[in-house]
């Protein structure tokens, strides 16, 4: 497979796989039930529904038996136990995986302590003794600085390979590198072809941050999908639209974070690495840009409920 080099050696496989939030988890109950305190195991009896976790373990197992390499995660997504059990079922040594977690707003908000506490419980839940990629979520107004702070006390110590950083604009990465020497390699932000957020591609090329892309199939947007141009692209390759789409981040050398459950779409959206577009193809893809952001402004948004 493809891969990217980082400046401090380390390589990454072009691709990655968030599962994404686990999809009958407390937090995600709570949201949609409006009840605030579910007592834990009143929960587990009562609404946990054992073929969710199966399904989303699952889904980790084969998306790994796939060939994705790069796990995309976040404490704010759950406590990381059904990574472990997805990773442990797909029959892949844990050194053979590149694992990422973040650090939720809760941990932020809560301070320095807190950030470090989940982050061991991330540890246990995943059922390892490091992680590749560390990141912050989001930079919580406030908090940011002294999270990445603590990030960089825990890359010192020997938990962490690569701190990067998620939902960065230009003015957030200035901070950060004005805070400490370690500066974040990665930073993890919306782009897809209705949203191509060139301005800050370029930043980070120039700073030496390698682009992640999340939403990078724009959760299957109609406004995407549907678009002739692709579909014409597409045909010409024989792929789908969404494989096109992948091919266009990965020939930008910027690293799709894709989310999938079905198997079906893991290996359809796996299958791009045996056809190239041309030049003018990806210029066409660049066009279709309409500024549109699917998920949160980090300069204008309310981190309690992200
Ligand atoms: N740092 C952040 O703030 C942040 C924010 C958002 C996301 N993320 C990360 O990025 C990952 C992906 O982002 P996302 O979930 O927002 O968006 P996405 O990957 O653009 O879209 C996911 C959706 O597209 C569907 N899909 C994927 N491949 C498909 C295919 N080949 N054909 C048809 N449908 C397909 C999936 O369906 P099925 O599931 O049914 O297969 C799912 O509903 C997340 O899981 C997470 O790891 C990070």
């Known amino acids: 497979m493809e891969c990217v080099c980082l400046p401090n050696g380390i390589t990454l ?9 686990e999809e009958y988890s407390p937090k995600c109950i709570r949201r949609r039930t409006g009840i605030l305190s579910i007592p834990g195991r009143a929960y587990n009896k009562l609404i946990r529904r054992p073929i969710c976790s199966k399904k989303y373990a699952n889904a980790i197992s084969e998306a790994i038996r796939t060939g994705y390499r790069l796990i995309d995660y976040s404490a704010a997504y759950g406590n990381g136990s059904l990574i472990a059990k997805g ?3 797909s029959g892949v040594h844990r050194e053979d995986l590149i694992l990422t ?3 939720s707003n809760r941990a ?3 301070g320095p302590d807190a950030v470090k506490k989940e982050f061991f419980s991330q540890l246990k839940g995943m059922n390892t003794d490091y992680i590749d990629i560390f990141m912050f979520h989001w930079p919580v107004t406030g908090c940011y600085e002294k999270t990445w702070q603590t990030m960089v006390e825990l890359y010192r110590e020997g ?4 701190l990067g950083v998620a939902n960065c604009h230009e003015h957030h990465l200035e ?3 004005s805070l400490t020497e370690e500066r974040p390699l990665i930073n993890q932000f919306e782009i897809h072809p209705l949203f191509t957020q060139k301005k800050l591609i370029d930043f980070c090329r120039k700073n030496n941050i390698q682009p992640e892309a999340y939403t990078p199939v724009a959760r299957f947007d109609d406004r995407l999908v549907r678009l002739p141009v692709l579909h014409k692209i597409a045909d010409k390759y ?3 639209v969404l494989q096109v789409v992948l091919r266009w981040h990965v020939q930008n050398k910027i690293i799709p974070v894709v989310r999938a459950m079905s198997p079906s ?9 045996d056809f190239q577009l041309s030049r003018e193809e990806m210029q066409i893809i660049d066009r279709i840009n309409l500024n549109s952001r699917l998920r949160y402004d980090p300069d204008n948004c309310d981190f309690t409920i992200l």
Not at 265 to 273: A, G, L, P, S, T
């Open 175 to 177: 901070k950060l590198f």
């Open 108 to 110: 932020q908000f809560a």
């Open 101 to 103: 977690t973040r650090v």
């Open 13 to 21: 496989p072009i691709i990655g796989f968030g599962p994404g939030i």
């Open 265 to 273: 779409h893991q290996k359809e959206n796996f299958d791009i690495f």
């Open 159 to 162: 938990y962490v390979k690569v």
């Open 87 to 89: 990773i442990k079922n």
């Open 238 to 240: 024989n792929k789908t």
